[in-house]
């Protein structure tokens, strides 16, 4: 059993910062960062390897977002930089608790959390 909860979203402007945090509890294979906008399919943005620390981007983020980990606090986090208004959607952190050909795929994740808003403005 894997229970997430995320924070850390609100309301930059364009070319802001912002951070967002999962902490989990449980075993987690991966952890990953994922977006979805109203009417829209989610994406992956960000994953995390629990032992290797080994990254994964989607290439819309590549050089502006940075995800961590803090194994003993056993959080995530998602540094994002250079935000743009195509950022703005619902973040939602999500756990493997088994590896996944598609790291990036929603569909390989068991456990999610609530969500947190990014809205970037122009």
């Known amino acids: 059993q894997v229970q997430l909860v995320e924070s850390g979203g609100g309301s930059v402007q364009a070319g802001g910062s912002l951070r967002l945090s999962c902490v989990a509890s449980g075993y987690t294979y991966s952890m990953g960062w994922f977006r979805q906008t109203p009417g829209k399919e989610r994406e992956g943005v960000a994953v995390?390897?629990?032992?290797?620390?080994?990254?994964v981007y989607d290439d819309s983020v590549k050089g502006r977002f940075t995800i961590s980990q803090d194994n003993a606090k056993r959080t995530v986090y998602l540094q994002m930089t250079s935000l743009k208004p195509e950022d703005t959607a619902m973040y939602y952190c999500?756990?493997?608790?088994?590896?996944?050909?598609?790291?990036?795929?929603?569909?390989?994740?068991?456990?999610w959390g609530q969500g947190t808003q990014v809205t970037v403005s122009s």
């Open positions: 999500a756990a493997a608790v088994n590896s996944r050909s598609d790291i990036l795929n929603p569909l390989a994740y068991n456990y």
């Open positions: 995390i390897y629990g032992r290797s620390s080994s990254t």
